[in-house]
C-alpha cells in the first residue's frame, strides 16, 4: 500500500510534465501534417481547449495521414481501373470538345479541363428535364424503374425506409424477381439505420452494399462520406441532383417542414459517365473488379438534342480539387449574372475570392441560402461569412418557407450547375461527391424562374441586418467560423 501511495503522490505531483509533452507532441503532429493553415489552427483549437476529448477527437478524426493512406490508394486504384475504358472513348472525348467548342467556348475549355485530368469526359446527345423537390422526382424516377429491362443502380447518401422508402424498396424486390439486375450502394452514416436491413434485402434478390463502412478500425476515415445521389436505369436513364431517397424530400407527405430541392432527369450519352462513376464505387464495396461490359453502355441511337453535358466528380483521395476548380473556372468566365444556392456555405479563399472578382467586374452575384438551418453551428458558420459578401455587394437571400437544400449555379443564363455538391469545404476537399454541368438556354431559364420564386420567399441578408444581430450571436458565428475547416 505504500508504494501505491507513493506513486499516487508521485503522479498527482508531476503529472503535468507527461501531459504537457502529449499536448506538444499532438500539436506538433498536427503542424508538421501540412494540412492547410485554417485546418491546421482549428485542430489546434479543438486539441487545447477541449482537455483530454480534444486529443481522442483529433486521433479518431483528425489524423490525415490516415486518410491520405486510405483514400489515395483507392484514387489510384480507380485510375487504373478505369484506365483501358478511358483510352478506349478518347476519339469520342475529341469528337465532343469539338461540337460543344463551337456553341461554347469557354465551355469547351471546362470541359477539356475535365478530359485533360481524366476526370470526366463530355457529352451532346441529352434530354434533361429540371425537376423540383420530391414530388417531381419521385413519380418519375418509381415509372423508370417499374420499365426497367435489365438492370437498376442506385448510390445514395440517404435512404430511409419510410412510407415512400417501402414503396420503392417493394418495388425494386418485384424487379429482381422479374430477373432484372438491382444493385443498391448507400453510404453507412447517411442511411446507417437502413443499412441494417442488408442482409434481409439481400435475400429478396437485391445486390446491396455498403459504402464506407464505420468499424471501430475505420473512425479515422468515418469523416468521409458518399453524399452523391445516382440513379442509373438500363444505362440510358439517369438521375442527378441532392434530393434523396427519403419521403421528407417530398411535400406529399405530412412533412413538418416544407422541402426545397432540385434533381434532375437525364436520358442520353451524359447517363454514361454516372455509369462510369457508379460500377468504380460498386467495385470498392462490393471488392470486384471493374469490368467494362457493353450491356451497361448501351448505343444510343435516339436522337434526343444536342445539349453539351459532363459532370466533375470529388473524392477524398484526390490531390486536386476539381469540383471547386471547376467552378471557380465557370464564375470567373461569367459575364453577366451567377445565381447559387446551397444549404450550407462554408466557402474556401478562393472560391469567395471569385465571387468577389465577378462582382467587381460588373457581374451580377446572388446567393441563396436556409434561413433556418438544419445544424445550428454549420449555419452559424455560414452566417460569418456573409457579412463580407454582402460588403462587395452580393446580393444574399434566405429563404423562410422552410429548407432549401438545392445545390446549383446558374451562369449568365446558359449554364447550369445541378448535384450533390453544397458550396463549403466538406464537399469540395472531403466528400465524394459531383456536380452535373449542362449548358442548356432552356433549363437555365426554368432553375432561374424557381430562384426568382424562391426569392419572393425569401428575407435579405444585408450588413445592416447582420449589425443588428446580438452580439452573442455574432460571436458564436466568429468562433464557429474559426473550426468551419473541420465542419
Not at 438 to 461: R, V, Y
Amino acid at each position: 500500500m505504500e508504494n501505491w501511495s507513493l506513486l499516487f503522490d508521485f503522479i498527482a505531483k508531476w503529472y503535468y510534465i507527461p501531459v504537457t509533452v502529449l499536448y506538444i507532441a499532438v500539436i506538433l503532429t498536427v503542424l508538421f501534417e501540412n494540412r492547410n493553415p485554417e485546418k491546421a489552427i482549428a485542430w489546434v483549437m479543438v486539441v487545447s481547449f477541449l482537455p483530454g476529448v480534444g486529443i481522442v477527437l483529433y486521433y479518431f478524426f483528425g489524423q490525415e495521414f490516415r486518410k491520405n493512406k486510405r483514400f489515395n490508394q483507392l484514387e489510384r486504384r480507380f485510375a487504373k481501373d478505369l484506365g483501358p475504358t478511358w483510352e478506349q472513348m478518347k476519339p469520342f472525348f475529341v469528337t465532343q470538345i469539338d461540337e460543344i467548342r463551337k456553341k461554347s467556348p469557354e465551355l469547351a475549355q471546362t470541359f477539356q479541363y475535365l478530359v485533360n485530368t481524366k476526370n470526366s469526359f463530355p457529352t451532346s446527345n441529352n434530354r434533361v428535364e429540371l425537376l423540383i423537390n420530391g414530388e417531381e422526382k419521385f413519380p418519375k424516377l418509381i415509372e423508370d424503374i417499374r420499365r426497367a429491362q435489365h438492370h437498376i443502380h442506385l448510390e445514395y447518401y440517404i435512404v430511409d425506409e419510410d412510407d415512400f422508402g417501402k414503396m420503392l424498396m417493394d418495388l425494386l424486390v418485384e424487379k429482381a424477381g422479374q430477373g432484372v439486375e438491382v444493385r443498391l450502394l448507400v453510404d453507412a452514416f447517411g442511411s446507417s439505420t437502413f443499412a441494417k436491413r442488408q442482409s434481409y434485402f439481400r435475400s429478396k434478390g437485391i445486390e446491396f452494399e455498403i459504402m464506407l463502412p464505420v468499424r471501430f478500425s475505420s473512425l479515422a476515415n468515418s469523416n468521409y462520406r458518399d453524399h452523391r445521389k445516382i440513379a442509373v436505369i438500363d444505362g440510358v436513364t439517369g438521375y442527378a441532383g441532392g434530393i434523396n431517397l427519403s419521403q421528407k424530400y417530398s411535400n406529399d407527405y405530412n412533412n413538418e417542414v416544407y422541402w426545397r430541392d432540385t434533381a434532375i432527369r437525364i436520358k442520353g450519352d451524359a447517363v454514361k459517365v454516372l455509369q462510369v462513376q457508379f460500377l468504380l464505387h460498386w467495385q470498392l464495396a462490393s471488392e470486384t473488379d471493374f469490368k467494362y461490359d457493353k450491356v451497361y453502355f448501351p448505343d444510343i441511337s435516339e436522337e434526343l438534342g444536342n445539349l453539351p453535358m459532363t459532370y466533375v466528380f470529388s473524392s477524398p483521395g484526390a490531390t486536386i480539387p476539381y469540383t471547386m476548380e471547376v467552378m471557380i473556372d465557370c464564375i470567373m468566365n461569367a459575364k453577366k449574372s451567377v445565381r447559387l444556392c446551397t444549404p450550407y456555405f462554408i466557402p474556401t479563399d478562393e472560391f469567395r475570392t471569385a465571387l468577389f472578382v465577378a462582382r467587381s467586374k460588373g457581374v451580377e452575384v446572388e446567393l441563396m441560402l436556409p434561413y433556418q438551418g438544419d445544424s445550428y453551428v454549420v449555419q452559424s458558420a455560414s452566417m460569418s461569412f456573409l457579412k463580407r459578401l454582402a460588403e462587395r455587394d452580393v446580393k444574399i437571400f434566405m429563404y423562410q418557407k422552410g429548407f432549401i437544400h438545392a445545390k446549383t449555379i446558374s451562369i449568365d443564363g446558359q449554364t447550369l450547375f445541378v448535384g450533390s455538391t453544397n458550396l463549403d469545404i466538406r464537399s469540395f476537399l472531403i466528400n465524394f461527391e459531383y456536380s452535373a454541368i449542362m449548358k442548356s438556354k432552356t433549363l437555365c431559364e426554368a432553375h432561374d424562374a424557381q430562384f426568382e420564386a424562391d426569392k419572393a420567399l425569401s428575407k435579405m441578408f444585408t450588413v445592416e441586418y447582420w449589425k443588428n444581430q446580438k452580439w452573442y450571436k455574432k460571436a458564436f458565428a466568429a468562433l464557429c467560423r474559426l473550426l468551419s475547416p473541420l465542419l
